[in-house]
């Protein structure tokens, strides 16, 4: 999933997740300390057009540019994902 944002976004994993779930860093683990989600930093998009070329949607430049990495084929990661995407409130994509 990538998040489009106006502003330079900062995602609290800590405090989206709780037991049996853990955050370290950018990363959410399970109880067996599985992978379940990565957050890449955020990087900011300042060429006009750049959003659109890459993901066919328009978005105003310059924009802030989040990747959410579900590495867990889990409705547990589906689900934190998407908590993620809710908190960090811009416009969502996603290829599946």
């Given at each position: 999933?990538?998040v489009l944002t106006s502003e330079k976004p900062t995602l609290?994993?800590?405090?989206?997740?709780?037991?049996?779930?853990?955050?370290?860093?950018?990363?959410?683990?399970?109880?067996?300390?599985?992978?379940?989600?990565?957050?890449?930093?955020?990087?900011?998009?300042?060429?006009?057009?750049?959003?659109?070329?890459?993901?066919?949607?328009?978005?105003?430049?310059?924009?802030?540019?989040?990747?959410?990495?579900?590495?867990?084929?889990?409705?547990?990661?589906?689900?934190?994902?998407?908590?993620?995407?809710?908190?960090?409130?811009?416009?969502?994509?996603?290829?599946?």
């Open positions: 999933m990538i609290d994993l800590q405090a989206l997740v709780s037991p049996p779930l853990h955050a370290a860093g950018n990363d959410v683990f399970d109880a067996e300390d599985r992978l379940l989600l990565r957050v890449r930093e955020p990087v900011l998009i300042s060429v006009p057009g750049e959003p659109e070329r890459l993901l066919g949607i328009d978005a105003a430049t310059p924009v802030w540019w989040t990747e959410i990495h579900i590495a867990a084929a889990s409705a547990e990661a589906r689900h934190l994902a998407q908590r993620c995407t809710e908190t960090l409130d811009g416009t969502t994509w996603a290829d599946r």
